[in-house]
């Protein structure tokens, strides 16, 4: 069965969601979406040919986009998730899986302003879902059944790679995951500069960092692909890649990468109890 969904906030995350859902073969006229502004509500239905709604032309526009949807997609800030649950908890129904893509944003915070008994669904999509590439993690709520879990699956099957896990991990997998593209953009960032150092042009540094992490991106994206065995056959024994590799080991860069992730994950535990006292 075929199921309706409702995107409540389209951003740029929602629409690349949007199209990965259109793109494996969803009906354009079982979606629905509602944005703030008009000049946006007509852009999406232009591109995508599905129904979009502008909750400034039409302040119930959530609660409408929501009444026949079997799966909810939350698509604001997180500091809007609980307004927004709460605006649209009279519209549902029982059985409509809401799904958030806020990051931080708790499924037990969810729930204390849902109907009582809903399903629903916490999940950490990445930027690469942009261009099909995305790492998506879902955590089902205390009402979502292995079927609640399958609709949200759905929604971005089109888009990457699907994920269950624990609630608990959520915060490993955005630091991780959700901000891990921003370490591999970071990592080409610092091997332009070093390509200027050795007195490359500015284009040929930005072109040589920004080729050769994005090819070795699609490397790593080969079936069966282990980033050691891919490191290893370009490291010669004695060679020029060996000494770059025992450098970074001895600055600690191994370590490095671990505290940033590490310091990710507790920023996001923090979001997350300064939403809880709001």
Same mark, same amino acid.
């Given at each position: ?7 409540l906030?389209?951003g740029?995350? #929602? ?10 073969g969803t009906?354009?006229?079982?979606v ?6 008009i ?22 526009a ?6 026949a949807?079997d799966?909810?997609v ?5 500091? #809007? ?5 709460r605006?649209i ?5 029982p059985?409509t ?11 037990? +915070? ?7 008994g ?8 990445n930027t ?6 995305g790492?998506v ?8 059944t292995v079927?609640?879990l399958?609709?949200?699956? +759905? ?11 624990p609630?608990e991990q959520?915060?490993a ?20 500069a070093a390509?200027?150092d ?11 960092a920004?080729?050769t ?6 490397m790593?994206?080969e079936?069966g692909a282990?980033p050691?065995?891919l ?9 020029t890649?060996? +000494?770059?590799?025992?450098?970074f080991?001895? +600055? #600690?860069l ?5 505290a ?5 994950a507790?920023?996001?535990a ?9």
């Amino acid at each position: 069965m075929t199921n309706r969904i409702a995107f409540l906030g389209c951003g740029s995350m #929602g629409e690349a969601i949007l199209s990965g859902l259109l793109a494996a073969g969803t009906h354009p006229s079982t979606v629905v979406a509602t944005v703030r502004r008009i000049e946006r509500a007509e852009e999406l239905a232009a591109r995508h040919g599905i129904t979009v709604i502008s909750s400034n032309e039409e302040p119930t526009a959530n609660a409408e986009a929501v009444v026949a949807a079997d799966v909810v997609v939350l698509g604001v800030k997180p500091v #809007g998730i609980a307004a927004l649950c709460r605006e649209i908890a009279p519209s549902l129904r029982p059985g409509t899986v809401v799904v958030s893509v806020a990051a931080a944003v708790s499924i037990a +915070q969810m729930e204390a302003v849902l109907p009582a008994g809903q399903p629903v669904v916490r999940s950490m999509p990445n930027t690469p879902l942009k261009v099909g590439r995305g790492v998506v993690a879902l955590s089902a709520g205390t009402s979502a059944t292995v079927e609640h879990l399958a609709a949200a699956h +759905q929604v971005f099957d089109g888009s990457g790679v699907v994920l269950d896990i624990p609630e608990e991990q959520q915060d490993a997998v955005s630091a991780i995951s959700g901000s891990g593209p921003a370490y591999a953009f970071y990592l080409a960032e610092a091997m332009a500069a070093a390509a200027r150092d050795f007195g490359l042009s500015d284009a040929i540094a930005a072109v040589l960092a920004r080729e050769t992490v994005a090819g070795a991106g699609l490397m790593l994206a080969e079936p069966g692909a282990d980033p050691t065995a891919l490191r290893r056959g370009v490291t010669s024994p004695n060679g020029t890649t060996e +000494q770059a590799i025992a450098t970074f080991d001895a +600055q #600690g860069l191994p370590g490095i990468v671990s505290a940033g992730a590490q310091a990710a994950a507790a920023r996001a535990a923090a979001i997350t109890a300064e939403l809880s006292a709001q």
